[in-house]
């Protein structure tokens, strides 16, 4: 088994995802664990059935964190969960002894090949950070430049920490900042979660932009690459598509699976329709095992879950 160790944090609401990514990983990644953190009862009780030996499960009282504790009744879900990420990732540098890095992992990725190429390609650095530039050719410059000044110029669905002096230090900081103010207020030049990581780089040393192409690609760049199937390997500008963000997608329930960030949008990749189809099995196969599976639907306030 690899010393690189993925991890992710997990609500209900976004369990159908979660499993499509563990299902994903699974498929081309031949021997490997990840941490999962829970933010309910409901998710934990529901992988827990399965005994999966590579699956981690940890609840929010074995961080031992009480600032963590007292939080989730303060924050909304979305802020809480993206405030779960650094103290996750410090919690598995600080307690886990047997790893080099920890690969956080956002429950709505998808992965076509093995993201580890990504460590071989940047063995060096402490922690990798994927590109969040925006490219939205119908939308004009400053329009862009404006959306771009509020998310920051990076893209927190995948970030790698090495465990170095450097990434444990980094993950430290960004953890002290994510506890203090973890909300969506461009007054106050927040972003969640994710605008910190402008600061990483002025800040620590050894921190790079991953260069492998075809990673954690999304609603917001997309449309700068074209998608084509060659040899059964779905390709992005020529280079095979390692890992997709499928940020922003909600599932009503099996019928209804809308992408909030995409409203406006003409034409979109073919792989989201064999996503939401990938999804709609799963969701059939949850509901042979589990009465309650609309536990995992959104129905109400899909902005903030």
């Given at each position: 088994?690899?010393?690189?160790?993925?991890?992710?944090?997990?609500?209900?609401?976004?369990?159908?995802?979660?499993?499509?990514?563990?299902?994903?990983?699974?498929?081309v990644v031949d021997d490997f664990k990840v941490y999962v953190l829970c933010v309910d009862d409901r998710s934990y009780d529901f992988i827990k059935q399965f005994n999966l030996t590579n699956v981690v499960l940890i609840k929010i009282n074995q961080l031992?964190?009480?600032d963590v504790v007292n939080l989730k009744n303060t924050r909304k879900l979305n802020q809480y969960c993206w405030t779960l990420k650094p103290v996750f990732i410090n919690y598995i540098l600080e307690h886990i002894s047997d790893i080099k890095r920890v690969i956080y992992i956002d429950a709505d990725l998808f992965f076509l090949q093995n993201p580890e190429i990504i460590i071989k390609n940047q063995p060096d650095s402490s922690v990798l950070i994927?590109?969040?530039?925006?490219?939205?050719?119908?939308?004009?410059n400053d329009f862009v430049h404006y959306v771009q000044d509020i998310t920051g110029n990076y893209n927190s669905g995948l970030i790698i920490f090495k465990k170095d002096v450097n990434g444990i230090m980094c993950a430290k900081w960004w953890d002290k900042m994510c506890i203090n103010a973890c909300t969506q207020n461009p007054e106050?030049?927040?972003?969640?979660?994710?605008?910190?990581?402008?600061?990483m780089p002025g800040l620590f040393d050894n921190i790079g932009e991953i260069t492998t192409p075809g990673v954690n690609i999304g609603h917001w760049n997309y449309q700068k690459y074209k998608f084509t199937i060659k040899d059964n390997e779905i390709m992005v500008n020529n280079y095979g598509l390692i890992v997709y963000h499928f940020s922003g997608f909600r599932i009503i329930n099996e019928n209804d699976i809308v992408q909030i960030h995409e409203k406006d949008r003409i034409s979109m990749p073919f792989i989201y329709d064999l996503y939401k189809r990938f999804l709609r099995n799963i969701i059939?196969?949850?509901?042979k095992i589990d009465s309650g599976y609309t536990d995992f639907f959104i129905t109400t306030d899909i902005e903030s879950n």
């Open positions: 088994m690899s010393n690189n160790i993925f991890c992710t944090v997990l609500s209900q609401k976004r369990l159908i995802q979660a499993v499509a990514a563990y299902l994903s990983l699974s498929k031992n964190r009480i994927s590109d969040g530039k925006i490219f939205l050719s119908r939308k004009p106050g030049n927040t972003f969640g979660d994710q605008k910190y990581l402008d600061n059939e196969e949850i509901k």
